[in-house]
């Protein structure tokens, strides 16, 4: 059962997202996407959907370096993590900011 609820959550395209159907307390989704994927949260940031007043969410990913997996979550003030994105071949990088007197391509 746990299976099925996890591919339905992960098989929501981005346009539902935080939609009741791809949205479980954060703790939940922690298990959920531990024990279904094997992926750990990598990073995080607080901030603001684009074009919104609302309340700043916390953005997590979570990946799997094994597998390649990974999940983009959002988790309201109230807790609600909600999946935004998930995908294959996830990959970390340290990349060095651009300087000012390097030249656009």
């Known amino acids: 059962m746990r299976l099925l609820v996890l591919a339905a959550l992960l098989a929501a395209p981005p346009a539902v997202a935080q939609t009741a159907a791809n949205c479980l307390p954060h703790d939940d989704m922690r298990l959920l996407l531990g024990r279904g994927w094997s992926e750990g949260r990598t990073s995080e940031a607080l901030g603001l959907v684009t074009g919104t007043t609302g309340s700043p969410l916390v953005f997590e990913?979570?990946?799997?370096?094994?597998?390649?997996?990974?999940?983009?979550?959002?988790?309201?003030?109230?807790?609600?993590?909600?999946i935004v994105a998930s995908g294959i071949a996830w990959s970390a990088v340290d990349d060095a900011p651009a300087n000012a007197s390097e030249q656009r391509s």
Do not use: F, I, R
């Open 61 to 82: 990913v979570w990946s799997n370096a094994s597998t390649g997996s990974w999940t983009l979550t959002t988790t309201s003030p109230d807790g609600m993590a909600c």
